[in-house]
Each structure stands twice: as structure tokens, then as C-alpha cells.
């Protein structure tokens, strides 16, 4: 069933991308997402909450960094005095409507990878569920944060906002343009005439481009970690493999390529968490795999698994927007956008 999923996820991505002439047979579809969209833009009003929320999100489905984003914007506001917190939809888990506050030892089987992520990196509270509305408020009851980020919320109109941020890839754009399931988007292009701001990974622009750094390698067992510097001479001669399931893997795959790393490549579908079996069935004696990936491996006892650690450089340009407009919100915070 993994594998069958795999290969259908692989060629429909592919076709949005290469434009396959297939799709058109979807079309009918894409014209119901349209009118469902419409609907709900004109039927759901945001509510209001009594402090900044900035929303991260996408108008493509699959992964184009918003995970790296979250985390580096959580980091610039801490420096500028704000407390922080985190809601998420809890995609991969179980929660529900919710709202569940997500705990470093959470389980991602329960409130989702990326979720878990969030709350082991950043360090700073994450509450999931369908309804960003009230995970927000459980933020604010629970932790009393002075700014929210929302992870991937741009479609959850409820939820209020004060700055929009959508993350695309630079080399992928929007693919064909066409709204699910003929293309990639979730929403019509024209929604980013709307937005505050467009991110691009990798992009070329300095006040819109993106690129991770690449931090350490960390051991998943011992927590040791090891300098990317000089890494092919030290795995030189060893089977090295990277896994993962990440909604865009070649991203992941580049990067270690770039670092002289002959790597076997093995791709799951997106938000796949390894089992025992799957690391057993892999003949190599390094496995590498993303921090979304080793959240789910809690427990593993096998001690070839390395884990890449990132961050994202966001554009100064963004901060200091972000940085500006939020320290006037701060003697006026309430959010009724």
C-alpha cells in the first residue's frame, strides 16, 4: 500500500509540474475546488483575538519549507522581546478538532510531525487542532503569548491575521496553475496578490528568497553531533542512505549531494513514519534522514541513523517589516483582520 501511494503521489506531482495533458480529465474537479474556495471566503468571517497573528502558509500542497520558516521567525520575534506560541492543524496525527497542547515528549503518531518539531526545536508552546480559532485562544489562556505564528493556516478563515506569509518554491512555482486536483493549488493564483509577503526557497531575490544553513549532523541515539565539514572523507567507503518523507525529497537529496555524499536516495510519501521494519529492510550503514523524519523514530535502537539539522535565513528585508509593524502592535495589539 506504501509503495502503490508512493508511485501515485510521484506521478500526479509529476504531472502538475511537466503540464501532462491527462489532467484535463480532472478539470470538472478543479471547478468544484474553485467554487468551494469562493464559498468559503465569503461565508466564513475571521474572528478576532487580542493579539498579532502571523500566518505561514502555501497555496500548493507538498512541502516548500514552511517548517524552517516557523522556526527562524519564532526566533527573530523572541529576540525582539515577544513570547511566541505555535498553532498547527496537527496534519499526520490523531487530535482532531482539539485544541491539544503539543509537549516536547509527544508522540507524533498523536499531534502530528511537524507539530513536534516545532515544539523540540523552538522550544516554545505549540497547540494543535482543526480549529486554529480555538487552539489560539488555549494559547492565550495557557501561556499568554504576545505574538502567534500559525503554521500553514492561509485557508483557515476563521482564524484572524495580521500579516500573511506564503512559502513557495522557486524552481517548482505553481507548477500548472490549475486549483486541485487538476494542479498543485489549493487556491487561485490571485490569492498572492493578496498576501503580505512571498517567500522563495532558493530564490534569487534578496528580499524574497530563502535558503537553509546547513547547522550539524546528529546522531539520533546518542544526540552527538558531527560537523558537516569534511563529512565525505569521514563516511568515505561506507553505504550511505538517505530516507525520508518529505513532501519535495529532491530538496533533501540536492543537499547532501552537494556535500560529495553518494547517497541512495529512498522516498516515502509525505508525512510516512518509519517503521522498525522499513530501517531493517535498508541495506546500508548510514541512514540520513530530516529532523520531520527522526521526530517519528522515537525509541529506534539502530545507531546508523544520522539526522540532518537546518535553519532558515529569511531575508532581512522581511524581519525588518515583521520587526517595524509589530512593535507598533504592541501598544495596540488587538487583531480583528
Partial sequence: MTALRQRIESVVTRAWYEGALWLWLLWPLSLITGWVVRWRRYRITPASLSVPVVVVGGITVGGTGKTPVLLALAKAFEQQGHRVGIVSRGYGGVVGKGPCEVQPTSSAAVVGDEPLLLAQRGNIPVVVGQDRYAAAQRLLETH?????????????????????????????????????????????????????????????????????????????????????????????????????????????????????????????????????QDLAAIQADIIVVTEKDAVKLTGTTDDRIWVLVISAELPEALLHRLGTQFKQAEMAPCSTS
Wanted: with cysteine; charged share 25%; net charge negative.
Fill in 144 to 276: 499568554a503569548p504576545t505574538l502567534i505564528l500559525s503554521d500553514d493556516g492561509l485557508q483557515h478563515l476563521k482564524l484572524p491575521r495580521d500579516f500573511e506569509i506564503v512559502v513557495l518554491d522557486e524552481s517548482r512555482g505553481l507548477g500548472n496553475g490549475r486549483l486541485l486536483p487538476m494542479g498543485p493549488l489549493r487556491e487561485p493564483s490571485e490569492r498572492l496578490d493578496s498576501v503580505d509577503w512571498i517567500l522563495m526557497r532558493n530564490g534569487r531575490s534578496k528580499d524574497t528568497g530563502f535558503h537553509y544553513r546547513l547547522e550539524h549532523f546528529k546522531h539520533l541515539c546518542s544526540a552527538a553531533p558531527l560537523a558537516i565539514e569534511g563529512i565525505a572523507e569521514q563516511w568515505q567507503g561506507q553505504r550511505v542512505a538517505a530516507v525520508t518523507g518529505l513532501g519535495q525529497p529532491d530538496q533533501f537529496f540536492s543537499v547532501l549531494n552537494s556535500l560529495n555524499l553518494n547517497v541512495r536516495p529512498h522516498t516515502l510519501p509525505d508525512h510516512y513514519a518509519l517503521t522498525e
